[in-house]
């Protein structure tokens, strides 16, 4: 098994919002918790991290909500590590529509988000294929 950690380096991007999103300052975890189920299931993993209540509540990590009309359908949990890095820690989506391609347009929506907060990284954890495409991708490297 092989694994890469990548980021974005968001000066080299100009991703606009193209999502109705939203900061939850006091998600309903149990809300949260049925998307991920949703979202889990959809996409059949083998494998997946428990959601924990606490991952929504740390006052390092912003919870955006993303929404069809006035529902919400999706959320990504971003974990600031100071005022240029954060992490792209979780994302869900329910997928009762498919087609919006939100995996995709909620990416670059946090690309704008955080560029106009100042921030200079984006980090993505695991390389997927369909991430390599974004402006400012990059694969990190070994510790030197």
């Given at each position: 098994m092989s694994y890469q950690f990548a980021r974005v380096d968001l000066e080299k991007t100009n991703y606009e919002i193209t999502v109705k999103w939203e900061y939850l300052h006091d998600p309903d975890p149990a809300e949260l918790n049925q998307i991920y189920r949703d979202y889990c299931k959809y996409k059949h993993f083998a494998s997946v991290m428990p959601m924990f209540n606490s991952r929504y509540t740390d006052p390092m990590t912003d919870v955006i909500g993303y929404y069809d009309?006035?529902?919400?359908?999706?959320?990504?949990?971003?974990?600031?590590?100071?005022?240029?890095?954060a992490l792209c820690d979780q994302f869900a989506w329910n997928y009762n529509r498919p087609k919006m391609r939100l995996g995709i347009n909620t990416l670059q929506t946090e690309c704008a988000i955080y560029k106009a907060r100042g921030f200079?990284?984006?980090?993505?954890?695991?390389?997927?294929l369909y991430k390599s495409n974004m402006d400012g991708f990059e694969i990190l490297g070994p510790l030197e």
């Open positions: 009309a006035d529902s919400l359908v999706a959320f990504s949990l971003i974990r600031r590590y100071d005022d240029h890095n200079r990284y984006l980090y993505l954890e695991q390389a997927h």
